[in-house]
């Protein structure tokens, strides 16, 4: 059965990787899917968090619009997966408008990997990564989506991948958002045991499926000197590491043979 996605790319994935994307429209298309990009901004869980419920209203009767034409919304993001079909339900509790519209909204949309298994069934992936990696779950993606066996039954199946369980996975990396701005000694305090549970499995990879997190883990970690790598879970569940991880500088681009640039330099001359 082919169906019709609208993608929601977020603003994370957007402005600091693509990649994550890309990855996830992979993956979709291997399932069958047909994905479309709308055009689209914030989902408005920024103004949510901050108290602004109008403002947040109405970014969400935007993104509800957008998506209108769409069979289901796939978002490679836990949070942003929450505020939809969580809280977008709430902002229009009690408006004979826009509850309905909200709630059918909330039903089509999906966390990636829990489309992949529990709408597409899913159960393997032809990707391959050598590594010994462990998975993160962020707080929106358990608590709100329900999201912790689907990927690491799909990553279980991801050839030369050793999956090692951390200690208190489940637990906050003190990201929240604006969170580990108004109290950075909180979410260092909090970040700093996440990343001393994350270097005590051994592992080189460190996984999950929300880009704040991701980012938020992966500062830490470089800050404390390990030597572990960050991906989104989409970018190995698609074969797709040819990027450098998260937070790690490009290398440097192959060198053209020197009469490649002796004939341009030419070209440019004449």
């Given at each position: 059965?082919?169906?019709?996605?609208?993608?929601?790319?977020?603003?994370?994935?957007?402005?600091?990787?693509?990649?994550?994307?890309?990855?996830?429209?992979?993956?979709?298309?291997?399932?069958?899917?047909?994905?479309?990009?709308?055009?689209?901004?914030?989902?408005?869980?920024?103004?949510?968090?901050?108290?602004?419920?109008?403002?947040?209203?109405?970014?969400?009767?935007?993104?509800?619009?957008?998506?209108?034409?769409?069979?289901?919304?796939?978002?490679?993001?836990?949070?942003?997966?929450?505020?939809?079909?969580?809280?977008?339900?709430?902002?229009?509790?009690?408006?004979?408008?826009?509850?309905?519209?909200?709630?059918?909204f909330a039903e089509k949309t999906y966390e990636l990997v829990s489309?992949?298994?529990?709408?597409?069934?899913?159960?393997?992936?032809?990707?391959?990564?050598?590594?010994?990696?462990?998975?993160?779950?962020?707080?929106?993606?358990?608590?709100?989506?329900?999201?912790?066996?689907?990927?690491?039954?799909?990553?279980?199946?991801?050839?030369?991948?050793?999956?090692?369980?951390?200690?208190?996975?489940?637990?906050?990396?003190?990201?929240?958002?604006?969170?580990?701005?108004?109290?950075?000694?909180?979410?260092?305090?909090?970040?700093?045991?996440?990343?001393?549970?994350?270097?005590?499995?051994?592992?080189?990879?460190?996984?999950?499926?929300?880009?704040?997190?991701?980012?938020?883990?992966?500062?830490?970690?470089?800050?404390?000197?390990?030597?572990?790598?960050?991906?989104?879970?989409?970018?190995?569940?698609?074969?797709?590491?040819?990027?450098?991880?998260?937070?790690?500088?490009?290398?440097?681009?192959?060198?053209?043979?020197?009469?490649?640039?002796?004939?341009?330099?030419?070209?440019?001359?004449?």
């Amino acid at each position: 059965m082919v169906r019709r996605i609208g993608l929601l790319v977020t603003c994370l994935v957007d402005l600091i990787r693509p990649s994550v994307g890309f990855a996830t429209a992979k993956l979709m298309e291997d399932a069958g899917c047909i994905v479309e990009v709308p055009r689209q901004s914030c989902c408005g869980q920024p103004a949510f968090n901050s108290g602004d419920r109008t403002a947040a209203r109405e970014i969400a009767r935007q993104v509800i619009e957008a998506f209108a034409p769409y069979e289901y919304v796939v978002v490679p993001s836990g949070s942003c997966a929450g505020m939809l079909k969580v809280h977008y339900p709430e902002l229009f509790r009690g408006d004979p408008n826009w509850q309905p519209r909200a709630d059918a909204f909330a039903e089509k949309t999906y966390e990636l990997v829990s489309f992949l298994v529990d709408v597409c069934r899913v159960d393997r992936v032809a990707a391959r990564v050598e590594a010994v990696a462990t998975y993160h779950d962020s707080c929106s993606s358990l608590r709100e989506l329900g999201v912790r066996d689907q990927p690491r039954r799909l990553l279980a199946t991801v050839q030369g991948l050793r999956l090692t369980e951390m200690r208190d996975a489940d637990v906050c990396c003190g990201f929240g958002g604006a969170f580990c701005v108004k109290y950075p000694e909180i979410s260092n305090a909090i970040v700093s045991k996440k990343a001393a549970a994350i270097a005590a499995t051994g592992a080189d990879l460190l996984l999950a499926g929300d880009l704040g997190c991701l980012m938020n883990m992966a500062g830490k970690l470089q800050r404390d000197g390990a030597n572990i790598a960050v991906r989104h879970v989409a970018e190995v569940l698609a074969g797709m590491t040819q990027e450098p991880a998260i937070g790690m500088p490009a290398g440097p681009p192959p060198c053209s043979p020197p009469h490649a640039a002796e004939s341009r330099e030419g070209e440019v001359k004449r």
